[in-house]
């Protein structure tokens, strides 16, 4: 319990110095506001069954991955600068607490760059959509928020209460281009871990997660009339790592976007097993 | 800014969850080991019993996978990919979210995760087993896995639970290379449960 207590200290320290990084999400819209396109912003249109929290994942371009790498080589060397003065304190502790018959202290490990404790490039590319805070609620909740442009994947659900669901095992991906709102239909996150009379509930496994392409009959907020609204193209996503420690799923298949064998998850514009299944990182 | 705040924060959360889950995630979801693994030196338990009420009532809780026509390496990348998934799952609040006007500043997200601390300890840990063995069960199931129940005696001999306390990296390593072998082994006698 105290090394957990310790080692949340230390993460919080680090929050200080944390990585920046280009700002992911830049806005998301109230009901009142007026929507206006900018030509270098991508704007990202949906609608939910009920008003959570939703998490998107940014893939990284090569200005990011610059940036990412420049900022953990600094990383890194801080960590073996601090490694030095550590064990400089180190072997001058061992004689004096050897002398005096305590016990020796740990010896600190050397930083690697495989072994750096430093965020992966996707936790810093990351947004969420505020549940709490949609378009409309009448007919139904929608979301609109204004993102830079690049390509999005549906990372899943994300509580404060342990609620929530990563659709680490399969889920859909999305180009969000500059100047228009790109509509991603509805997403459908029922069969998450949630609170209920201050317990965590954990349903059973089962796949009942959603996401739902628009069409023709899908209904528009007018907040987004007049303006250049188009369907996203979805493309079968890999499997991503539980990066934030949730109950996991995946989601139903889309004809003609994934499928699966198995875990095996099918590029189901192709019939073909995606080339790269799992997301590494870096 | 506000969004970046709440990525750092929850990195921050994932970090106390699970110590050095960043520096475990380079090699997370890995699809096989970097030096094959000779299944002949890998020790499993005995797994016969004679099925009681008790142990069925316990199925929920201790059970173990094995699919068919599946050889050691790749149940064994299957295994680690799927504790992966289920390893350092995160602390639940219970009762200690952080109130919404808050929600989106920094320290905001540092009051709920130092209140939910002490939660999380007294409450946490039932919930965090529970929630790994559905992420098992979920995982497991995908990939088309059988789940066949056991006796707590003979699961805790290959298996481990991640409550307040995780194994060693080393126990964990010996116990995933025991429910490979098992899990590409034999084909037991008994009734599969749902997933």
Redesign the interface.
């Given at each position: 319990m105290i090394a957990r207590i310790l080692v949340l200290l230390a993460a919080i320290a680090g929050l200080a110095a944390a990585p920046a990084g280009a700002q992911t999400l830049i806005r998301q819209y109230k009901p009142k506001e007026v929507v206006t396109l900018d030509p270098g912003t991508a704007y990202i249109l949906y609608r939910s069954d009920e008003k959570v929290d939703i998490r998107f994942l940014r893939t990284p371009d090569e200005a990011d991955w610059v940036d990412y790498r420049a900022q953990r080589a600094q990383a890194l060397a801080k960590a073996t600068r601090t490694y030095a003065a550590a064990m400089a304190s180190y072997d001058r502790n061992q004689d004096y607490q050897q002398k005096r018959g305590q016990a020796r202290p740990t010896k600190p490990v050397e930083p690697t760059d495989e072994t750096l404790n430093f965020p992966s490039i996707e936790l810093l590319n990351l947004f969420d959509v505020v549940g709490g805070r949609a378009l409309t609620k009448e007919p139904e909740y929608t979301y609109l928020v204004a993102v830079r442009p690049g390509i999005y994947t549906l990372y899943g659900q994300i509580g404060l209460s342990g609620t929530g669901v990563c659709l680490c095992m399969g889920s859909v991906s999305f180009d969000a281009p500059a100047g228009v709102v790109t509509d991603i239909g509805e997403i459908s996150l029922e069969g998450t871990a949630v609170v209920m009379a201050g317990v965590l509930y954990i349903p059973e496994p089962g796949m009942k997660q959603q996401v739902i392409p628009r069409n023709a009959a899908t209904w528009l907020p007018p907040q987004v009339s007049g303006l250049t609204v188009q369907s996203a193209e979805f493309h079968a996503a890999p499997k991503m790592p539980n990066y934030f420690g949730l109950m996991i799923d995946r989601v139903q298949p889309i004809k003609g976007v994934i499928s699966y064998q198995r875990d095996t998850i099918v590029d189901d514009r192709t019939g073909q097993p995606l080339p790269k299944q799992i997301v590494t990182a870096r | 800014?506000?969004?970046?705040y709440?990525?750092?924060?929850?990195?921050?959360?994932?970090?106390?969850?699970?110590?050095?889950?960043?520096?475990q995630?380079?090699a997370?979801?890995a699809?096989a080991p970097a030096v094959a693994i000779d299944p002949a030196t890998v020790e499993i338990p005995d797994l016969g019993f004679v099925e009681t009420p008790e142990h069925i009532e316990n199925y929920d809780k201790y059970f173990y996978f094995v699919r068919a026509d599946t050889d050691f390496a790749t149940a064994y990348a299957d295994v680690r990919?799927c504790d992966?998934?289920?390893r350092?799952?995160?602390?639940?609040?219970?009762?200690v979210?952080?109130p919404?006007p808050y929600?989106?500043t920094?320290a905001g997200?540092?009051g709920?995760?130092?209140g939910?601390?002490l939660s999380d300890?007294i409450s946490?840990s039932a919930?965090r087993r529970?929630?790994r063995r559905?992420?098992l069960?979920?995982?497991m199931?995908?990939?088309?896995y059988g789940r066949f129940g056991l006796p707590k005696a003979i699961w805790v001999k290959f298996n481990f639970s991640e409550g307040?306390s995780p194994p060693s990296e080393a126990d964990r390593e010996t116990c995933l290379r025991q429910q490979a072998k098992i899990a590409s082994g034999a084909m037991p006698q008994r009734r599969a449960l749902g997933?």
């Open positions: - | 800014m506000r969004s970046r709440w990525a750092v924060a929850l990195a921050a959360m994932a970090a106390f969850a699970a110590p050095g889950a960043w520096a995630e380079a997370s979801l699809v990919e992966d998934y289920a350092g799952l995160r602390f639940f609040n219970m009762g979210d952080v919404y929600a989106g920094l997200a540092l709920g995760i130092l939910s601390v300890a946490g919930q529970q929630l559905t992420n069960r979920t995982c199931g995908y990939k088309g307040n997933r």
